[in-house]
């Protein structure tokens, strides 16, 4: 996820939140994961990877337009983001662990295809960033209202 790193910059520099208010939606963030990861776990194991990723998909993708209605004076829309944010990336990380494990065949390199996964993975965790704040500073002079909010 792009913007995924300058969540917490926003909260402190945009939206003035405090350390501990940050720490609390992100403590309550981890347990609604932590919850998730069970409940999703039972929902994948009935229905399967791939219709979870379908039903995932619209939620998780509409997550940082809840962020961007957030001001100072108005931040309720980023607890609500962070909570259900938690349990749509963990249904979404369960789903694509099961369609990964369906993938990979049961004998000969096993460990390659997962090695393979966690670097493309960990690349994208690299690369999304860089490219989100290009964008970011390419549409800096760029004026956006969203329901009445800029």
Same mark, same amino acid.
């Given at each position: ?21 940050? +720490?609390?939606?992100? @403590? +309550? ?5 932590? $919850?998730?990861?069970?409940? =999703? ?5 009935? &229905? ?18 809840? =962020? +961007?209605? !957030?001001?100072?004076?108005?931040? =309720?829309?980023?607890?609500? /983001? ?6 749509? &990336?963990?249904? #979404?990380?369960? /789903?694509? @662990?099961?369609?990964?494990? !369906? $993938? $990979? ?8 295809? &997962? %090695?393979?996964?966690?670097? @493309?993975?960990?690349? +994208? ?10 964008? #970011?500073?390419?549409? !800096? ?7 009445? %909010?800029?």
């Amino acid at each position: 996820m792009m913007p995924g790193p300058y969540y917490n910059v926003f909260m402190i520099d945009s939206l003035h939140l405090s350390y501990s208010t940050i +720490a609390v939606f992100t @403590s +309550a963030q981890m347990i609604v994961m932590g $919850v998730g990861f069970r409940a =999703w776990g039972a929902v994948v194991d009935r &229905f399967g990877g791939k219709p979870m990723i379908q039903l995932l998909f619209l939620p998780t993708a509409a997550m940082p337009a809840l =962020w +961007a209605v !957030a001001t100072p004076e108005s931040y =309720w829309t980023v607890p609500f /983001a962070m909570v259900v944010g938690g349990l749509m &990336f963990s249904g #979404v990380s369960i /789903a694509n @662990s099961i369609i990964l494990y !369906a $993938v $990979v065949p049961d004998k000969g390199e096993r460990s390659s295809y &997962f %090695a393979v996964w966690s670097v @493309s993975l960990g690349i +994208a965790n690299a690369i999304a960033p860089a490219l989100g704040s290009g964008i #970011v500073a390419g549409l !800096a002079d760029m004026e956006i209202s969203v329901l009445g %909010a800029e």
